[in-house]
T-cell receptor, first 115, second 116 residues
């Protein structure tokens, strides 16, 4: 069975600094995808970034980048130049090709950006 | 291009009543997923449906919960005889055919169910 672990329940980051959110996963499948979502206090789930297991390059989307280390089974999210609007819960999720497109989520990390 | 629509956004029910949550997927998407989020937790998969078919219901409680995605109209998640432990946010997501690499799964705004 697949499992996603986010070991940081919460963290503070100074505005304009970078922050790294940890995510490790456990699967024996070779074909999978990794996702990061942001959930602000308003509650919606906002898709941020995707990394496929066969992608050789780390994914980047604007200020978001994914540090994908396949051998270590980690998919850390890096947010550069933090903004006050980045304060939210962040969830890492995994999709296994063999299991359809359902997502398995980690427990989340709460980020609070300080001015 | 409208996103995933869910209604109602908030639903209050008394114990023993029924809750019906609706989800309209993004245009062109034929796959719907329901997830439940308990307070201060991550989302947990409940059920995966295609039009008129339940593909995977491994995350659905065995009793009181059911889901459908009819040929016409939205997907419905139905909870019968609600209990306080059903209070949660219920999210719907949609995606296109699974035959293609799905790099995103778009979520609706969620329905917050409160059972009194």
């Amino acid at each position: 069975a697949q499992k996603i672990t986010q070991t940081q329940p919460g963290m503070f980051v100074q505005e304009k600094e970078a922050v790294t959110l940890d995510c490790t996963y456990d699967t024996s499948d070779q074909s999978y995808g990794l996702f990061w979502y942001k959930q602000p206090s308003s509650g919606e789930m906002i898709f941020l970034i995707y990394q496929g297991s066969y992608d050789e390059q780390n994914a980047t989307e604007g200020r978001y980048s994914l540090n994908f280390q396949k051998a270590r089974k980690s998919a850390n999210l890096v947010i550069s130049a933090s903004q006050l609007g980045d304060s939210a819960m962040y969830f890492c999720a995994m999709r296994l090709k063999a299991a359809g497109n359902k997502l398995t989520f980690g427990g989340g990390t709460r980020v609070l950006v300080k001015p | 291009n409208a996103g995933v629509m869910q209604n109602p956004r908030h639903l209050v029910r008394r114990r023993g009543q029924e809750a019906r949550l609706r989800c309209s997927p993004m245009k062109g998407h034929s796959h719907v997923y329901w997830y439940r989020q308990l307070p201060e937790e991550g989302l947990k998969f409940m059920v995966y449906l295609q039009k008129e078919n339940i593909i995977d219901e491994s995350g659905m409680p065995k009793e009181r919960f059911s889901a459908e995605f009819p040929k016409e109209g939205p997907s419905i998640l139905r909870i019968q005889q609600v209990v306080r432990g059903d209070s949660a946010a219920y999210f719907c997501a949609s995606s296109p055919e699974t035959g293609v690499v799905v790099k995103t799964q778009y979520f609706g705004p969620g329905t917050r169910l409160l059972v009194l």
